[in-house]
């Protein structure tokens, strides 16, 4: 009989306790206010931000009623490690599981990286691509009248979903002047301004595959140039027949006699301006460019890199390793 008492004894302060937690839920989860006209604020999560710091924002401003409500809300919906980095509307009217589908599916902002060496075009494919409304004729209007083709910079952006093609050139265009400030001093002892150091850049960017080579090919890219000989890269003759469907093809013999300033083997100096955006060890390494010996440069099939100091060498290496 005892025994039995204390078996109801136990379950009735089990129950009682699973009731209590259970109110104790869906109190935590439910709306923290209750009043129609809140209104909706922006929420931000930064890139790699714990869970336990978003949950004490949450709590902090005022979206959340608890933070362990809604962290259980989180383990018990399976959501743990799915909350997204960007910008989310939210508010207080929402309960807590409103709030965590918003964070796991609803970001307001799309993460992008642009990789080094893209062209202006190839960039706007990949912004349309990764669903943003950019009219691509537009975009390049505004790089093509503002000559920013080359100072676009690679990165890795954190950018609003109905961001304009202008808001988005802002933001790349800014993230460029602010990598820039830093190497202004060394720009300045170069002699060399802003623009040559990144056309120069945006040569080298597709010429040398390898990061150790960067210095060595702009080296022979600055003496050329100074000496008035003729760069002769193929990357600037792609840039000219480059289309859609393959903005970097191979340069046939009969490609070298196209007419454009932008052939650096009919036209000595160098192109009117970049042939695509270059990233900022590329620039960095014009600007400390590596003088040598070597006047000629060729990348073979596995992008390794074969110097020489004379044409006859240079012509060797060709047979050699192409």
Same mark, same amino acid.
């Given at each position: 009989?005892?025994?039995?008492?204390?078996?109801?004894?136990?379950?009735?302060?089990?129950?009682?306790?699973?009731?209590?937690?259970?109110?104790?839920?869906?109190?935590?989860?439910?709306?923290?206010?209750?009043?129609?006209?809140?209104?909706?604020?922006?929420?931000?999560?930064?890139?790699?931000?714990?869970?336990?710091?978003?949950?004490?924002?949450?709590?902090?401003?005022?979206?959340?009623?608890?933070?362990?409500?809604?962290? +259980?809300? +989180?383990?018990?919906?399976? &959501?743990?490690?799915?909350?997204?980095?960007?910008?989310?509307?939210?508010?207080?009217?929402?309960?807590?599981?409103?709030?965590?589908?918003? &964070?796991?599916?609803?970001?307001?902002?799309?993460?992008?990286?642009?990789?080094?060496?893209?062209?202006?075009?190839?960039?706007?494919?990949?912004?349309?691509?990764?669903?943003?409304?950019?009219?691509?004729?537009?975009?390049?209007?505004?790089?093509?009248?503002?000559?920013?083709?080359?100072?676009?910079?690679?990165?890795?952006?954190?950018?609003?979903?109905?961001?304009?093609?202008?808001?988005?050139?802002?933001?790349?265009?800014?993230?460029?002047?602010?990598?820039?400030?830093? &190497?202004?001093?060394?720009?300045?002892?170069?002699? +060399?301004?802003?623009?040559?150091?990144?056309?120069?850049?945006?040569?080298?960017?597709?010429?040398?595959?390898?990061?150790?080579?960067?210095?060595?090919?702009?080296?022979?890219?600055?003496?050329?140039?100074?000496?008035?000989?003729?760069?002769?890269?193929?990357?600037?003759?792609?840039?000219?027949?480059?289309?859609?469907?393959?903005?970097?093809?191979?340069?046939?013999?009969?490609? &070298?006699?196209?007419?454009?300033?932008?052939?650096?083997?009919?036209?000595?100096? +160098?192109?009117?301006?970049?042939?695509?955006?270059?990233?900022?060890?590329?620039?960095?390494?014009?600007?400390?460019?590596?003088?040598?010996?070597?006047?000629?440069?060729?990348?073979?099939?596995?992008?390794?890199?074969?110097?020489?100091?004379?044409?006859?060498?240079?012509?060797?290496?060709?047979?050699?390793?192409?």
């Amino acid at each position: 009989m005892k025994k039995f008492k204390f078996l109801l004894f136990c379950c009735f302060v089990v129950l009682s306790l699973a009731g209590i937690a259970g109110f104790w839920f869906n109190w935590g989860t439910k709306p923290k206010s209750n009043i129609k006209d809140q209104k909706v604020k922006i929420f931000v999560i930064q890139k790699g931000e714990a869970t336990d710091s978003i949950v004490k924002k949450l709590h902090k401003d005022g979206f959340i009623r608890s933070s362990s409500a809604f962290k +259980l809300l +989180l383990y018990k919906e399976g &959501l743990i490690g799915k909350i997204q980095a960007g910008d989310f509307r939210l508010s207080s009217t929402m309960n807590a599981q409103k709030i965590a589908q918003e &964070l796991t599916h609803g970001t307001l902002d799309s993460w992008i990286t642009l990789i080094e060496g893209w062209r202006s075009e190839e960039i706007g494919s990949y912004l349309v691509n990764q669903g943003f409304d950019i009219d691509i004729n537009y975009w390049l209007s505004i790089i093509n009248h503002s000559n920013f083709e080359g100072f676009l910079f690679p990165d890795t952006y954190l950018i609003p979903k109905e961001a304009s093609a202008e808001a988005v050139i802002k933001i790349l265009r800014d993230n460029f002047d602010q990598k820039i400030e830093a &190497l202004v001093p060394s720009i300045q002892k170069s002699n +060399l301004d802003l623009k040559e150091i990144v056309i120069l850049a945006s040569i080298v960017e597709r010429e040398a595959k390898h990061e150790e080579d960067l210095s060595v090919v702009a080296g022979i890219l600055i003496k050329r140039w100074r000496n008035d000989w003729p760069l002769q890269v193929d990357v600037s003759v792609q840039y000219i027949i480059g289309k859609e469907e393959n903005w970097w093809p191979k340069v046939k013999k009969t490609d &070298l006699k196209v007419d454009s300033s932008y052939n650096t083997y009919l036209y000595p100096g +160098l192109p009117p301006a970049p042939i695509c955006n270059p990233g900022f060890s590329t620039i960095k390494a014009v600007i400390d460019s590596q003088q040598s010996e070597y006047w000629y440069y060729l990348s073979d099939k596995q992008g390794q890199m074969h110097y020489a100091e004379t044409l006859e060498e240079h012509n060797q290496n060709i047979q050699k390793y192409l």
